[in-house]
């Protein structure tokens, strides 16, 4: 069972770093768009970046509402919720991570 739990956490992990391998090939393609403003370009990002923080919301409220069939006795999948919520709080790290590299490159 460790395993199994284990195996979905990598992927979960895989996925997350995927995601950001995405947003950060995205954020270093060159802007051909000669009449483009700069802020075009960091209205994109912000988008990308918006997008990513709503989907690790809604992860995290789908590993809350997991939780709360639990705690409540309307399901007995205590291992998928607390899959989930270990799922929610690794994308939750990776954001910080991320949001911590992009503070750090805008103060360079």
Not at 59 to 88: C, I, N, T, W
């Amino acid at each position: 069972m460790n395993n199994g739990m284990s195996a979905s956490i990598a992927a979960a992990q895989a996925r997350i770093e995927a995601d950001v391998q995405a947003l950060s090939l995205s954020a270093i393609k060159p802007n051909t768009d000669v009449g483009s403003s700069p802020t075009s370009a960091g209205a994109g990002f912000g988008a990308a970046f918006r997008q990513i923080i709503e989907s690790v919301n809604a992860q995290d409220r789908a590993a809350a509402d997991k939780m709360a069939e639990v705690d409540s006795g309307r399901s007995d999948d205590l291992v998928g919720a607390m899959l989930a919520s270990q799922e929610a709080s690794l994308s939750f790290s990776m954001l910080m991570q991320v949001r911590n590299k992009v503070v750090a490159a805008m103060e360079d």
